[in-house]
Structures are given as C-alpha cells and as structure tokens.
C-alpha cells in the first residue's frame, strides 16, 4: 500500500468515530433538564399545603486532580550537567466536591406559568446575563438551563424555577410575613 494510500486510510478511520463539534452550544447543553409535570410531588409535611412542589436531582460535583509524581531522580556529573533525566509518574484521580444529591422545593404553580411570565422570566434571565435566548414565552429547554445557571448561583442546581427565584426576579410577589 502506497504512503498516499495509508494516509487517507488512516484519516478516514479518524473521521469516521466523530460527532460534529458545535464551538457555539454549551457544554451544559448535555445536562438533562427534568419535565415539570413529571418532577411534581405532594407538599412535605408541615408546608403551604396550597403550593406547588418539584422534585429534582442535583448531579455530583466532580473535581480532576493530576500530580506529577517522582519515580526516580535526575543523575547528574560532577560538572553538573544532566546524565539522565528525572522519571515521573502521572496520577490522575477525582473529588467529590458535593455528593448528588435530591431536592424538594416549592414552585410556582402550573396555572401561574403563563406565557406572559415565562417571557418576564426570559428577560430579567437575559438582564442577568445568564439567557442569551429569544423571548418566546414558551418554557423551553435554553430557558431552563438559564433557569439552572442562574439558581446554581444561589444554592439551588435546578433547571426547575423556585418560588424563591421568581420572587427574587420580580416575577411573584412576596408575602409580607416573608420580608
């Protein structure tokens, strides 16, 4: 087989195992955003019993640590200069930052989720930086990934809105006994 030959061979066997790269669609694009309906669950105990509740999943927190290890010095003469390098040993092993862990937590409910509040919702997600999205008013999943990076940053790794987060966005209002 000619060297052009092998070449081609060896790059069409490369390309073949490839997924198109998208440099613009985020990473956490691949995080699966739970369905509302699916992830509502009865109060807790001793809770507004009028409200409505979520169950979701936060994922893991991972952290790869890589050390370089010394296997064996390097030897060195008397003038020293370098007779053979040092020998090293790469180690690679991951941290649980925070274990997974489920939530509970109080949403707004199904009749408040207008499209007039979703499209509230996206713009003050946008106004913050974290929606980058088309106003549309319709609950999609660029919403809720904005929805999980903006709540992440307040404790809560959700894609599914908090009563907390839409009171804190002006969506709803805030009982007095709250303030």
């Given at each position: 087989?000619s ?12 390309l ?17 955003v739970p ?32 050390r ?27 941290v ?11 949403t ?10 979703i ?15 088309d ?25 599914l ?19």
């Amino acid at each position: 087989m000619s060297t052009s030959r092998r070449f081609w061979a060896v790059a069409l066997a490369a390309l073949v195992g490839c997924a198109p790269y998208d440099a613009h669609r985020p990473v956490e694009a691949n995080i699966g955003v739970p369905d509302f309906a699916s992830a509502q669950v009865p109060p807790p105990p001793g809770v507004n019993p009028d409200g409505c509740w979520v169950r979701d999943t936060a994922p893991a927190e991972l952290e790869t640590v890589t050390r370089q290890t010394e296997v064996s010095a390097a030897q060195t003469g008397i003038d020293g200069a370098v007779l053979s390098p040092g020998r090293f040993r790469t180690e690679t092993a991951q941290v649980i930052l925070r274990e997974r862990q489920e939530m509970i937590f109080e949403t707004p409910c199904p009749d408040a989720m207008t499209p007039q509040l979703i499209e509230t919702l996206q713009r003050a997600l946008q106004a913050r930086g974290v929606f980058r999205g088309d106003i549309t008013g319709v609950l999609d999943v660029p919403t809720q990934l904005a929805v999980r990076r903006y709540q992440t940053g307040h404790g809560l790794p959700s894609g599914l809105l908090s009563i907390q987060t839409a009171r804190r966005l002006g969506l709803l209002a805030t009982p007095r006994d709250q303030l």
